[in-house]
């Protein structure tokens, strides 16, 4: 077998191995892959070749010829699969003829060395699969970590670090752009104390959660809520307009009014003071300063009041 000849099946076969992969949606692990090529090698090589793989005049040239279709054959899945090139080269050293394996232990070991290959390719799949296992579950991780970090565990609102986060990236985009106007709601439970040192501090948690779940429900898919701290929450509502953000402010006050929440057969009576601002782009410490103005003059027009600066 000429050497142009050796080179031009390798390749042929090589790319015929990895379609078959593709057609049957098998992954191209090297040992589906090395699996494939060499059913196809040997309905391919030549019958003189194949009768020689197992006489004794099987020389030290003919091995080299088939591993040399071997070796490229593992060398074009290297090109086709560049994550895995450090071991793939592990396998070209064992078919490299500057190996220390004598022409005697070639001539005799050929199918051996094919054997011990396939071992190796099937032992780095398994570690692929497990490695992408591990990275699975890393990631999974990670990213639990990540919202663990931006929620806050009793209403599920974005907490304050991620208020001010979001803030400085809308701030940017009001400065930068012709953004439409976005506005803030604070919010403030009425009387929130009497709540806890009346009932306990469960019943004060029940009533947080009842109190999120309202605001949640009220709010359009484009907002935001936020637990600012304690009893507060913070809304900010994107592309509004003041009469949208008037109207959002007043229904979770009212409803919240007339919901009857109960703990351990006592009713408790809720409401909330709501202070509206406009975000001023990077101003955010402005903004906030007006919004929490805002919820001073609410608490003090008798609490259960909306207020608009």
């Not at 054959?73 to 050293?93: G, P, R, W, Y």
Request: some cysteine.
């Amino acid at each position: 077998m000429k050497k142009e000849n050796c080179d031009t099946q390798s390749w042929e076969l090589c790319d015929q191995a990895l379609a078959n992969l593709r057609t049957k949606k098998l992954s191209p692990f090297p040992n589906n892959y090395q699996a494939e090529f060499y059913e196809l090698l040997e309905h391919h090589i030549s019958d003189d070749l194949t009768g020689e793989m197992y006489t004794q005049e099987f020389t030290s040239g003919n091995v080299n010829k088939y591993l040399e279709i071997a070796q490229m054959a593992l060398q074009a899945f290297v090109q086709s699969n560049q994550e895995i090139t450090q071991v793939m080269q592990d396998h070209a050293q064992r078919t490299s003829p500057s190996h220390s394996y004598s022409k005697d232990y070639l001539s005799k070991n050929c199918l051996k060395i094919v054997d011990d290959l396939a071992q190796l390719d099937t032992e780095m799949s398994h570690a692929l699969l497990k490695a992408h296992d591990q990275i699975n579950h890393l990631t999974q991780n990670i990213e639990l970590l990540s919202e663990e970090n931006r929620i806050d565990p009793l209403t599920k609102f974005y907490n304050r670090k991620e208020l001010f986060k979001d803030l400085i990236f809308i701030g940017d985009k009001i400065e930068n752009e012709n953004a439409p106007e976005c506005y803030l709601l604070m919010i403030d439970m009425d009387d929130f104390k009497a709540i806890n040192d009346t009932y306990s501090h469960l019943a004060g948690d029940k009533t947080l959660v009842f109190v999120a779940r309202t605001i949640g429900s009220l709010i359009r898919n484009t907002d935001k809520a936020y637990r600012f701290g304690g009893d507060e929450f913070i809304v900010v509502l994107n592309r509004s307009t003041l009469n949208v953000a008037q109207s959002i402010a007043e229904k979770i006050r009212a409803n919240i009014e007339k919901a009857r929440l109960f703990y351990e057969n006592n009713e408790m009576r809720i409401t909330v003071s709501i202070g509206v601002s406009k975000l001023s782009g990077k101003e955010i410490e402005t903004s906030l300063r007006r919004a929490d103005r805002a919820l001073y003059e609410a608490k003090n027009k008798s609490k259960n009041q909306v207020f608009i600066i």
